[in-house]
């Protein structure tokens, strides 16, 4: 069993930026950020393998949100530049134990209780 622990949410103006961090309390391969507005599916936000080698994004955050992780200290973190209204929403970070970028949320295993993020216009 792997819990996660995410934080760095909160009230930000657009153009802004956040970084989310997700602790892990055990080894984990890939994992992801996903994020969720109320009435609306959970969606994918980023991606990343074990190692870190292989990324992937949500068209609508290409170039301006960085996903990364600290094998070391069992961190992941989401880098949010340029923040958006659009990007308000609970964000939660996700794990599994196969290798590879998923994207679907039925492809995770453990998840985070979430963290709110805020854009105001």
């Known amino acids: 069993q792997v819990q996660l622990v995410e934080s760095g949410g909160g009230l930000v103006q657009a153009g802004g930026s956040l970084r989310l961090s997700c602790a892990a309390s055990?080894?984990?391969?890939?994992m992801g950020w996903f994020r969720q507005v109320p009435g609306k599916e959970r969606e994918f936000v980023a991606a990343i393998t074990w190692n870190g080698g292989s990324t992937d994004y949500l068209n609508s955050v290409k170039g301006r949100f960085t996903i990364s992780r600290d094998n070391v200290k069992n961190m992941l973190y989401l880098q949010m530049n340029s923040l958006k209204p659009e990007d308000t929403a609970v964000y939660y970070c996700?794990?599994?134990?196969?290798?590879?970028?998923?994207?679907?949320?039925?492809?995770?295993?453990?998840w985070g209780q979430g963290t709110q993020v805020t854009v105001s216009s």
């Open positions: 996700a794990a599994r134990y196969y290798s590879g970028i998923a994207y679907s949320p039925r492809d995770y295993v453990y």
């Open positions: 055990g080894r984990t391969f890939s």
